[in-house]
């Protein structure tokens, strides 16, 4: 099947400061979506990306999908203590219908 | 979307036991998807759950260890069989957002098995 691999691991982030993590796949993807999972939570759903290029925004959360779809980032800007958590990129299996298939995720801490 | 109500939320169990999770959808899903995730580590998915059907199991997951009930389309359980402390993990059940493209998940079972 697909693999993913999620860079950084782990960020160590500054109140204020900008970050970004990177989902980068050796095939092409037909889409990618992003989670969060706060420290004690369960992962909640933020983005789907599916054209090539595509660019979305959620207010200081930028999601991008590499033109060849075989690479999506997310880029936060002045991070915020609610930013910490795990974010995983994920994608549909190609093996069986609705079959998600998670990047190993990045943890953020921020620092005040 | 969906709303689920992931029960027990955490528990702690002696090896040899078993412990059944339940996952209960405020509207009907067709599948609905359990996944572990052991500490500090991503989700892997367990097994898909349609309804009238026996689940399908991931590779490393069988169902003498894991049987999954789906007796109706909004309600499923996972049963986690003579445990041993390795099996001590979140357990999350998720179906399909098909308002916003996602998948919605539990909340999660937290499991110590000592």
């Known amino acids: 099947g697909q693999q993913v691999m999620q860079i950084p691991q782990y960020q160590h982030v500054q109140e204020g400061e900008d970050f970004t993590t990177y989902c980068n796949s050796s095939t092409t993807l037909s889409n990618i979506q992003w989670y969060k999972q706060r420290p004690g939570g369960h992962p909640v759903f933020l983005i789907q990306l599916v054209k090539s290029g595509e660019v979305k925004k959620q207010k200081r959360l930028t999601f991008q999908f590499g033109e060849a779809k075989k690479n999506s980032s997310l880029h936060i800007t002045a991070t915020q203590t609610t930013d910490v958590g795990t974010y995983f990129c994920a994608l549909f299996s190609t093996d069986s219908w609705g079959k998600l298939q998670f990047g190993a995720g990045t943890q953020v801490v921020v620092t005040p | 979307s969906a709303v689920i109500s992931q029960k027990p939320s955490r528990d702690i169990c002696q090896r040899g036991t078993s412990l059944t999770i339940q996952c209960q959808v405020d509207s009907q899903v067709t599948m609905m998807f359990w996944y572990r995730q052991q500490p500090g580590q991503s989700l892997t998915l367990i097994a898909t759950a349609n309804q009238g059907s026996e689940a399908t199991y991931e590779s490393g997951f069988v169902i003498d260890k894991f049987p999954i009930s789906r007796p109706n389309l909004t309600f499923s359980t996972l049963t986690v069989s003579n445990m041993s402390p390795e099996d001590s993990s979140i357990y999350l059940c998720?179906?399909?957002?098909?308002?916003?493209?996602?998948?919605?998940f539990g909340s999660g079972t937290r499991l110590t098995v000592v």
């Open positions: 998720s179906v399909e957002d098909w308002v916003n493209y996602g998948y919605t």
